[in-house]
């Protein structure tokens, strides 16, 4: 089994957002995603493209064209799918994630973690 | 005007990305201004990542290395006091760096991959016509170290193919 790379934050977010989309995931909607997912930080589809080229040269990711489509002018989408390398490394990404977590929690205290969490839902509505 | 628009952003596209670019973009049309700033921006983002993917940097070195010593053997068979100039070094290296870049922006708006050998051939010959216009040497300096680079190019060229692309 080839072992996944590590992964970088704007990395994480274009796979989750692949992820999250599954069947529906071509450039505009991935950059929406990643945009909600990255805010209030702004995201160009320029970064989003370049990401993408990246993850499909490392093999997490593969790509297809549909139908051109009137709404887009008659042009094709190109549509994205999650790998298996590229769902090991999201999953290791998270863990690690996670583990990060729970150290910072365990520091700044519990009360800390509930507030934060707290407002992270009230903010994400 | 968006149309003329659309059709400018798909001359400068790469034709592997251009349609999904153009379709993403019509797609989040707003207004024209919206449409130019982002054109722009996400344009010059795919140009580097497509140059990216279809640029081997060890062939990159091979080409440079190729294309500056058929100049150098041009100016040195070619006579003259060429090559005594101050910066002769230097000026020698311009139609190589023009050569380079076309050579490097032809892979990158090839339409077909593997390149079909008349493309890339059409490419060589091209990319040394932009060197020769340069003049950054004396003229015969300039037709030999473009015969010569075209031999080294196309060697390089045949090499290529029968190696694996390496990165």
């Given at each position: 089994m080839a072992k996944a790379d590590s992964l970088g934050q704007f990395e994480q977010l274009v796979l989750t957002a692949i992820l999250t989309l599954r069947d529906d995931a071509y450039g505009v909607t991935i950059h929406a995603k990643v945009q909600e997912l990255a805010a209030p930080r702004e995201v160009s589809l320029g970064a989003v493209y370049v990401t993408l080229d990246r993850l499909e040269d490392k093999g997490m990711v593969t790509s297809w064209l549909t139908d051109p489509t009137p709404e887009r002018g008659g042009r094709a989408k190109r549509c994205y799918k999650l790998e298996a390398l590229g769902e090991r490394a999201l999953e290791e990404s998270a863990v690690t994630a996670k583990r990060i977590w729970d150290q910072i929690a365990e520091v700044w205290g519990k009360e800390w973690a509930r507030q934060w969490g707290k407002r992270w839902v009230k903010e994400r509505g | 005007m968006r149309r003329i628009l659309e059709a400018i952003a798909a001359i400068l596209l790469p034709p592997a990305c251009r349609e999904e670019v153009?379709?993403?973009l019509h797609e989040r049309?707003?207004?024209l201004l919206q449409y130019i700033v982002e054109a722009l921006h996400t344009i010059t983002l795919v140009i580097v990542s497509r140059i990216r993917r279809t640029t081997d940097p060890a062939i990159v070195l091979i080409r440079a290395?190729?294309?500056?010593?058929?100049f150098l053997c041009a100016a040195?068979?070619?006579g003259g006091d060429f090559l005594f100039d101050r910066?002769?070094?230097?000026?020698?290296a311009i139609p190589?760096?023009?050569a380079l870049l076309w050579l490097t922006l032809d892979d990158a708006w090839a339409t077909t991959s593997p390149r079909s050998a008349f493309s890339a051939a059409r490419g060589r010959v091209v990319a040394l016509l932009w060197a020769l216009a340069s003049q950054a040497a004396p003229r015969s300096t300039m037709l030999y170290g473009c015969l010569f680079s075209l031999l080294l190019l196309s060697a390089i060229r045949a090499l290529e193919r029968t190696r694996p692309r390496i990165g």
């Open positions: - | 153009l379709g993403d049309y707003r207004s290395f190729a294309l500056y010593l058929s040195r068979i070619g910066w002769a070094l230097i000026s020698l190589c760096a023009v």
